[in-house]
């Protein structure tokens, strides 16, 4: 019962930045887990950032130091702050929701339940 929505995606310079929302609607009362996920051109679909209900966060080593993950619960929305990218970071960006715990990893994404549609990202000269 939830509806995933990205916002944010487009063109920009090796070195730029993006922020990529996700608003996220429906059965809202418990999001244990809320993640990014990145999928390069003729490759699969990757995690690169998660945040849990107790506030935790995890990133790919691709991207530590790189983007931010944070939430707005208010406004049910998960953002990703994407600075200094980098054009191997071209590709499409996911959101994705789990309910509830799950023993799988953050980065599996057969631990999640609800999938946006995805926008793009572009990063060249």
């Known amino acids: 019962q939830l509806q995933l929505a990205e916002t944010g995606g487009g063109l920009v310079q090796p070195g730029g930045s993006l922020r990529l929302s996700c608003a996220v609607s429906?059965?809202?009362?418990?999001?244990?887990?809320t993640a990014w996920f990145h999928q390069a051109p003729g490759k699969g679909r990757e995690a690169i950032s998660c945040i849990e209900d107790s506030g935790e966060t995890n990133y790919a080593d691709s991207v530590a130091g790189r983007f931010v993950i944070s939430r707005d619960n208010a406004k049910n929305l998960v953002i990703l702050q994407m600075d200094n990218l980098k054009p191997e970071d071209t590709g499409i960006y996911y959101c994705?929701?789990?309910?509830?715990?799950?023993?799988?990893?953050?980065?599996?994404?057969?631990?999640?339940?609800?999938w946006g549609q995805g926008t793009q990202v572009t990063v060249s000269s």
């Open positions: 994705a929701v789990k309910h509830y715990w799950d023993v799988r990893a953050w980065n599996n994404p057969r631990g999640f339940d609800y």
């Open positions: 429906g059965s809202t009362e418990h999001l244990y887990r």
